[in-house]
């Protein structure tokens, strides 16, 4: 293996022989530092007491000497002792005073350690031959001394010696504790960098590669714990791939069976609004003919009928939209008060059937304005309260009250209110009365039948509205729904004066009826023509696109789904007309998802409208494009739909 592998990263081998062989050296040095610093001290104090004998023994061979005053003698003393690390020799007498020097002349000049010791007369002492006691006396006397300069030439070559040879045993020592510590880095570091390869292979995917040689002892323990661990993971990444193949699958049907429920709504939505659409069209022209009371009666019931089943189909679509998060508002004024009316007279009727007192109370200021908002979702959410209300409350009253709790400048807060005498809503069960396909006891569906969306849309739209709902009720004592909201205001006259110019701008103006429905051609067709409007009427889009070629047509009402050519394709091809480019281009169709309304508006479509449609919102919408596309300023406080 590469040495240079070891030491150019932080490597496990690395750091394993770094903590092996630092206190082996720390402790190796501070050894040598202090045996070195022994030895040479050793060394040191050696010259010393061999200079210190030498002396002393010149001091006491030069005590005759010195008593006799012969310095030949000295000299001769002095002169056997001179060796080569002797450079001098002093003795000083005492009784003369005199010094006797004899230097070396090899080593003059070398550096020198002096020694000196006294020289001392020892008396000898006397004794009694007789008693054998001693007469005198054992007295010391100095009489000189002996100086000694010694050569630091030998010391110093010796301490050189000591250091070579500790250096020399400390660098075989230090080579000895490395490559200890290297076999033993190499032995422990070796199954980690296996180990750590082994994971790293793990994390890229590699599970097959797997440490073939396992070492003894614990290290190969863990070799053999890291090894069954990947065989491990694989199974089960296997298992996992598997099983996410398997949700795939699965996600797969699931949006399939998805956009086979979305295709069955907009199936259903077409087919159950297309008719409904007639019928309530249809119904909305009988009213507005000679009736007797039995047949005004009888047609209420009928409009009263189909605007219920029109309700639950729009629940059960709403709904859908609300889910996904599909549903958006459309704002624009209206009188709420003609709302209350329209909705809320079939309710009294039946109300009347069931003996319940029904009272509406509307706020005197909310008379003669126009609130701002989603007229279409404040219907649905009065008619789902309303209905409740009346469905269950098996006697006693029932009572609506729109109140205006504030009125400042253009913006008004409001609050609805719709109280029961009915059979009331438990405290646990309040906690699930706004959940979907839900009521407050599974028995009262069987009693009231109901499919239990409608307060779970509520507040779904009450959420979008940024409106609060707030519930009051207890067991057998009726219940209290209140609705507070915000919204822009103005005052009804201020598009008073557009009823007028509505004939104007409707007069004369020439309509295209693309629809392949016949009730829903017929039915159009009456409405605009009692508008002062002239109708031409196709049955899908291949027609449109030759009855355009014939004649002019200020405005255009679009189908979607047709035979032989759908309106998207149509309205595309009718845009690429050059006189065509701006003319208005309005979805009537029975179909209500956002995608198809989305859809409309990005092949050119300038609005959407979905049946059944209320007359005055039918006339609105085509006021306004008119007026836009005159360059009038009567669309000034109509709302439009953003593109």
């Known amino acids: 293996m590469n040495i240079r592998h070891y030491f150019i990263r932080n490597t496990i081998f690395k750091q394993i022989l770094i903590a092996v062989l630092s206190p082996a050296l720390i402790l190796l040095l501070a050894l040598f530092g202090y045996s070195l610093f022994a030895r040479l001290n050793d060394a040191v104090q050696s010259q010393k007491e061999l ?85 005198s006396e054992i007295t010391e006397r100095k009489i000189g001394t002996v100086s000694i300069k010694q050569s630091r030439d030998k010391l110093l070559k010796l301490q050189q010696k000591i250091i070579k040879v500790s250096s020399l045993i400390a660098f075989l020592s230090i080579l000895v504790c490395i490559g200890f510590a290297w076999l033993i880095s190499r ?12 994971t790293k292979n793990i994390i890229a995917g590699k599970f097959y590669k797997q440490i073939r040689n396992i070492k003894p002892g614990e290290l190969g323990e863990l070799q053999s714990h890291v090894n069954n661990m990947a065989k491990s993971i694989e199974k089960q990444q296997q298992e996992l791939k598997d099983n996410l193949q398997n949700l795939f699958l699965a996600k797969e049907e699931a949006d ?75 704002e624009n004024y209206f009188d709420i008060s003609a709302i209350f009316e329209n909705i809320l007279t079939p309710l009294s009727y039946e109300a009347k059937k069931k003996g319940l007192e029904f009272t509406v109370n509307i706020d005197p200021q909310l008379k003669d304005i126009n609130l701002l908002g989603d007229d279409v979702r404040i219907r649905q959410i009065l008619l789902n309260l309303v209905a409740n209300a009346v469905k269950f409350t098996p006697q006693g009253s029932v009572t609506i009250a729109l109140s205006a709790l504030q009125l400042s400048g253009k913006q008004a807060i409001l609050e609805l209110k719709v109280t029961d005498t009915g059979i009331g809503i438990s405290d646990k069960d309040q906690q699930i009365i ?51 909201w915000s919204c822009a205001y ?24 693309v629809e392949d429905n016949p009730v829903n051609q017929l039915l159009v067709s009456k409405i605009l023509r009692r508008w002062g409007m002239s109708t031409v009427t196709t049955n899908n889009g291949a027609e449109a696109l030759i009855a355009i070629e014939k004649q002019h047509f200020d405005i255009i009402l679009m189908d979607l789904q047709m035979p032989v050519m759908d309106g998207f394709e149509a309205t595309q091809a009718i845009r690429g007309h050059a006189q065509y480019r701006h003319t208005p281009i309005i979805a009537l169709t029975a179909n209500n998802f956002k995608d198809d309304s989305d859809y409309c508006f990005r092949v050119g479509m300038n609005d959407f409208l979905s049946k059944p449609v209320s007359l005055p919102n039918l006339k609105e919408k085509i006021r306004f494009w008119l007026s836009k596309s005159l360059g009038t300023s009567l669309s000034e406080n109509v709302d439009k739909r953003s593109e």
């Open 51 to 135: 200079a210190t004998r030498i002396a002393e023994n010149i001091a006491a061979v030069s005590e005759l000497a010195i008593i006799s005053g012969s310095d030949s003698q000295l000299l001769d003393i002095m002169a056997s002792a001179l060796d080569s690390d002797i450079t001098a020799i002093t003795i000083f007498n005492a009784e003369s005073g005199h010094h006797l020097i004899l230097n070396n002349n090899q080593n003059s000049g070398s550096e020198h350690n002096e020694i000196t010791v006294p020289i001392i007369q020892y008396s000898v002492p006397l004794e009694d031959s007789i008693t054998g006691e001693y007469i």
């Open 187 to 198: 032995r422990f570091s070796q199954p980690l960098a296996e180990i750590n390869s082994l």
């Open 256 to 330: 399939k069976a998805n956009s086979a429920k979305s295709q069955f709504l907009a199936t259903m939505t077409h087919e159950l609004r297309t008719p409904l659409n007639g019928a309530l069209g249809m119904m909305q022209l009988l009213s507005n003919t000679q009736l007797n009371a039995e047949q005004s009666h009888y047609l209420l019931i009928a409009k009263e009928s189909s605007e219920l089943l029109l309700n639950i189909v729009n629940n059960i679509l709403d709904f859908s939209e609300i889910e996904k998060g599909e549903l958006r508002l459309q």
């Open 434 to 484: 706004f959940d979907s396909f839900r009521q407050a006891d599974g028995s009262h569906r069987r009693k009231y039948g109901g499919s239990g969306l409608g307060l779970a849309i509520v507040r779904r739209l009450c959420d979008l509205m940024n409106a609060s709902i707030v519930l009051t009720s207890a067991d057998n004592e009726g219940s209290t729904f209140s609705v507070r």
């Open 490 to 513: 103005q005052i009804s006259g201020d598009l008073a004066h557009h009823t007028q110019q509505d004939e104007t701008i409707l007069a004369g103006k020439a309509v295209l009826i």
